[in-house]
């Protein structure tokens, strides 16, 4: 078998819908294995960090290791702060308790969840933000059936 750099970024695909796909990052760790790392945008089964399994074409099969959930939340953009300084003061704060983020819109930002935190607990982490931020969408929260 081959030496795998660490550092060996690939992309990967993985299926949203029957027609739609989203690309992501990823760092090769077998010939077959690979670690995202990116936040997803769409695809709900796989966060940063999660280990997935790979087919010859780069298309993920399903996951090996799910290391926690993605969820998005919206925040207001006022026209007297940077974009900048809002987004950056919201990543500072989650930072400090080990959740990623991307600013992928004006007002809005995707996070890396880790397992050990509820959906309860993001909430409160996020009301505590000097930034107000609404959770849009967490995957770590069952919805209730109509």
Do not use: Q
Request: aromatic letters at 6%; charged letters at 30%.
């Amino acid at each position: 078998m081959a030496h795998i750099e660490p550092d060996n970024l690939i992309r990967v695909t993985i299926r949203i819908a029957r027609k739609w796909t989203e690309t992501l990052w990823a760092r090769r760790v077998g010939p077959d294995t690979a670690r995202i790392d990116c936040i997803p945008r769409y695809a709900r089964d796989v966060t940063l960090g999660s280990l997935v399994k790979l087919d010859s074409r780069g298309h993920v099969l399903y996951v090996l290791e799910k290391t926690g959930r993605n969820a998005y939340g919206e925040y207001a953009v006022t026209p007297d702060v940077a974009l900048e300084d809002l987004y950056g003061t919201i990543r500072d704060h989650l930072a400090e308790h080990d959740i990623p983020t991307v600013g992928y819109a004006p007002g809005k930002v995707a996070m890396s969840v880790p397992n050990d935190i509820s959906p309860g607990r993001l909430e409160e982490l996020l009301a505590a933000c000097p930034v107000p931020v609404k959770v849009v969408r967490d995957f770590g929260r069952r919805v209730r059936p109509r």
